[in-house]
């Protein structure tokens, strides 16, 4: 099958085009670079098409031979979103929209794409179901609502088969530390190896369902092979919890080193709780047997000692 990853510059989309190639798989990639590295793709067979996803003409040629679509493209973080909802909104509203009629355009029938947990905002159900009702507390938040509803109303204008998968806190190699908007788990192993103090936004009991990269892209992989359609969107997170203090000491466990941590205010539109009800995924994926949190530390805590040698 020929894959086309959007976003496949970028953390998730390059372990994702390893993945696809290593299980016999063609690979084409849309990137602008904006947030993402020509360097995650070093050594890939990959077709890599540099532009924008809002392009028309770059959609086109990344969809040339392409069976089916996974669409990671977007501008992450929940503070860039504050600071500039309009650039958010254009790369994950709009952008989600161009490359569905793109795919509809060039005939390719299959697209999955990456929501997130955010869009639950502030329900304080816990675990969190699909079912569960969804209030974003942050732009950012509200175009991964357009970005997973868009494909789901779809199914029913076009017909098209499409998967909308609600991704909570993804880790792994190839997740960069060192700029404003880093996730959580590569700022601390960053700063832990460095000899620097942890920052903490609130007082750490914030809690989150952190999922290895490894196994999210397993789960992306699958959809694609069985051409997957849900009308519904689908948690991928497995339904544990675990606090930003717990996290620091599972770090400090495997790292073999003791942190130092500095606690700041807390962030707006940050959610306090996030755990996933993974009912429906487990029903769609009965063989996935997820990385626990210490191992998938583990081979993050080996790739941050291998960049930095
Ligand atoms: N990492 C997580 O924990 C997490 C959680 C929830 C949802 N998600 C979603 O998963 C997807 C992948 O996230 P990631 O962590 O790999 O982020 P990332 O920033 O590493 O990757 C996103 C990629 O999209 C590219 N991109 C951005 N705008 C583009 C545009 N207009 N045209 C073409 N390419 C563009 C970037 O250059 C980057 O390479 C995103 O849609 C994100 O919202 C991630």
Redesign the pocket.
């Known amino acids: 099958m020929r894959l086309l990853i959007?976003?496949?510059?970028?953390?998730?989309?390059s372990n994702l085009a390893r993945l696809a190639l290593q299980q016999g798989h063609q690979v084409n990639v849309?990137?602008?670079?904006?947030?993402?590295?020509e360097e995650n793709l070093e050594g890939l067979d990959v077709t890599f098409v540099r532009?924008?996803?809002?392009d028309e003409e770059a959609m086109g040629s990344a969809l040339e031979g392409v069976e089916s679509v996974v669409h990671?493209?977007?501008?992450?973080s929940v503070p860039r979103s504050i600071k500039d909802p309009v650039a958010t909104h254009a790369?994950?509203a709009t952008?989600t929209l161009s490359v569905l009629e793109a795919a509809r355009a060039a005939g390719v029938n299959h697209v999955i794409v990456?929501?997130?947990?955010?869009v639950y905002g502030l329900n304080p159900a816990l675990p969190k179901s699909e079912r569960e009702w969804v209030r974003p507390m942050s732009p950012y938040a509200v175009t991964?609502l357009a970005?997973e509803q868009y494909p789901l109303s779809y199914q029913q204008s076009y017909g098209m088969r499409t998967v909308a998968f609600r991704?909570?806190?993804?880790?792994g190699p190839r997740?960069k530390a060192g700029h404003v908007y880093a996730?959580v788990i590569p700022v601390f192993v960053d700063a832990l190896l460095a000899g620097a103090p942890l920052p903490v936004n609130g007082d750490g009991s914030n809690s989150r369902d952190f999922t290895f990269v490894g196994t999210v892209c397993r789960v992306l992989l699958d959809a694609a092979e069985r051409r997957l359609s849900h009308p519904e969107p689908v948690n991928l997170a497995f339904g544990t919890n675990t606090t930003l203090m717990q996290l620091i000491e599972k770090i400090e466990v495997t790292a073999g080193l003791k942190a130092e941590v500095l606690h700041r205010e807390p962030r707006p539109g940050d959610v306090k709780h996030s755990q996933a009800d993974n009912a429906v995924l487990r029903s769609l994926f009965p063989d996935v047997d997820p990385m626990s949190l210490e191992q998938g530390l583990s081979e993050t805590i080996a790739w941050f000692k291998e960049i930095q040698s």
């Open positions: 959007t976003g496949g510059a970028g953390f998730i989309g849309i990137d602008d670079l904006s947030t993402g590295y532009g924008t996803i809002l990671l493209a977007a501008l992450g790369a994950n952008g990456a929501s997130s947990s955010s991964k970005t991704f909570f806190n993804v880790f997740q996730a």
